[in-house]
T-cell receptor
C-alpha cells in the first residue's frame, strides 16, 4: 500500500517571503500522480498543483512550484511571494496511474501554514 | 455551473444511531467518492460509486454503506454510530471516461457523535 508522509505539522512564513512544504511517499509503482491540495477554513479541498511521475520537469502554477525527486520519493511544494490568502492546511496526495477507473487519493496528514503580515 | 454540493453542513448524532449524508456531483461528473477526515488528519478513502455500483472500497467496516442514484447523486450511510465516526465527510466527483480527471470536492459534512 502507498503511504504519504508530511513531517511538518505546522509552518509559518512572512508575507511576501518563500516557504517550502515537505512531502515524502512510499510506493512500488512506477507510474503515478502527485498532488498538493489546499484546505482553507471553508473546508473545501482545492487543487493547487499536480505532477505526473513520468514527467521529469517540475510542475509550476503561478507562485506555486514543486521539487519532484522520483528516486528519493520526495515531492515538496514551494510557495513564492506568500500572501495572507495562502494560509490553510496543505495536503500532499498520491494517486496510482492505473488506467481503469478513477483510483482514490492517498493523503498525508497535512501541514498547517500560517502567513504573518 | 454548480460544483459539488453536500448536505447537511453539520450534524449531531448519538452513539448507536444511523446517519445519511448526501452529495450532488459537479455537473457532467458521473463518479462519486467519499472520504472521511478525522480531526487533525488527512482524508481517508471510504468508497467510490460509478453506474450506481460500489467500484472501490477503502478499509472501512460494513457499517459504512452507500448508494448512487441515476442522476449520479450519492448517499453515505453509517449505521451503529461510534464516537470515532466523528469527522468531516468529504464528497468528491469526477468524470470516469476522462481517465485521471481531477477530483472536485464539496465543502463536507461535519458529523459529531456524542
Amino acid at each position: 500500500a502507498q503511504t504519504v508522509t508530511q513531517s511538518q505539522p505546522e509552518m509559518s512564513v512572512q508575507e511576501a517571503e518563500t516557504v517550502t512544504l515537505s512531502c515524502t511517499y512510499d510506493t512500488s509503482e512506477s507510474d503515478y500522480y502527485l498532488f498538493w491540495y489546499k484546505q482553507p477554513p471553508s473546508r473545501q479541498m482545492i487543487l493547487v498543483i499536480r505532477q505526473e511521475a513520468y514527467k521529469q520537469q517540475n510542475a509550476t502554477e503561478n507562485r506555486f512550484s514543486v521539487n519532484f525527486q522520483k528516486a528519493a520519493k520526495s515531492f515538496s511544494l514551494k510557495i513564492s511571494d506568500s500572501q495572507l490568502g495562502d494560509a490553510a492546511m496543505y495536503f500532499c496526495a498520491y494517486r496510482s496511474a492505473i488506467i481503469t477507473g478513477n483510483t482514490p487519493l492517498v493523503f498525508g496528514k497535512g501541514t498547517r501554514l500560517s502567513v504573518i503580515a | 455551473d454548480a460544483g459539488v454540493t453536500q448536505s447537511p453542513t453539520h450534524l449531531i448524532k448519538t452513539r448507536g444511531q444511523q446517519v445519511t449524508l448526501r452529495c450532488s456531483p459537479k455537473s457532467g461528473h458521473d463518479t462519486v467518492s467519499w472520504y472521511q477526515q478525522a480531526l487533525g488528519q488527512g482524508p481517508q478513502f471510504i468508497f467510490q460509486y460509478y453506474e450506481e455500483e460500489e467500484r472501490q472500497r477503502g478499509n472501512f467496516p460494513d457499517r459504512f454503506s452507500g448508494h448512487q442514484f441515476p442522476n449520479y447523486s450519492s448517499e453515505l450511510n453509517v449505521n451503529a454510530l461510534l464516537l470515532g465516526d466523528s469527522a468531516l465527510y468529504l464528497c468528491a466527483s469526477s468524470h470516469r471516461a476522462l481517465g485521471l480527471s481531477p477530483l472536485h470536492f464539496g465543502n463536507g459534512t461535519r458529523l459529531t457523535v456524542t
